[in-house]
């Protein structure tokens, strides 16, 4: 008797298994669709405010045969950061929603050579200091070189291209 219920038992635990592994393979758990709440609109908005549209040109000029140009971009998207478990994680949290004001990306490589971040005005807000630091020392430590240009400043073509190095020395 005994060994009828400690089979029953086995059979029934087996059965189990059974059935969490299938469950778990049998596809993918169906989400809802996103639907927008009541009362909310969306509209587009400038990416670029007219100084930046203005910096933009003149930077994609100064690298066009050396560099792609993107602006805005967010900087985890242009490190791969490797570690384990935990400090993994607190690093991507801690740089998730920095932002980029320019990225200069290899053609061939595809991978972020150079970043361009504008001054913010005078003086800094202490919240901009820091951002400014958190993102120089990710930059830096990902081998990226890193360029600050003051927003409001009349730049030439040849300027920039010297500036971002890839003037006519070079």
Do not use: C
Request: hydrophobic share 45%; no cysteine.
């Amino acid at each position: 008797m005994e060994n009828v219920f400690i089979g029953l038992v086995i059979a029934f635990l087996a059965f189990l298994i059974w059935r969490l592994r299938v469950s778990s393979t049998s596809g993918p758990v169906r989400k809802e669709t996103f639907v927008l709440p009541t009362g909310v609109t969306l509209r587009p908005q400038p990416l670029l405010t007219d100084t930046d549209l203005l910096l933009y040109n003149l930077i994609r000029l100064a690298v066009e045969d050396h560099y792609l140009v993107f602006a805005r971009v967010p900087l985890w998207s242009v490190v791969s950061v490797e570690a384990e478990g935990k400090a993994r994680s607190q690093m991507l949290r801690q740089i998730a929603l920095k932002q980029l004001d320019f990225v200069l990306v290899h053609p061939g490589t595809k991978v972020a050579e150079q970043v361009v971040l504008l001054e913010e005005g005078s003086p800094p807000q202490p919240h901009e200091v820091t951002r400014r630091r958190e993102i120089q020392s990710v930059v830096q430590a990902a081998g990226i070189t890193l360029t600050t240009l003051k927003p409001h400043t009349s730049y030439t073509v040849p300027q920039l291209a010297q500036l971002l190095g890839v003037g006519d020395d070079e």
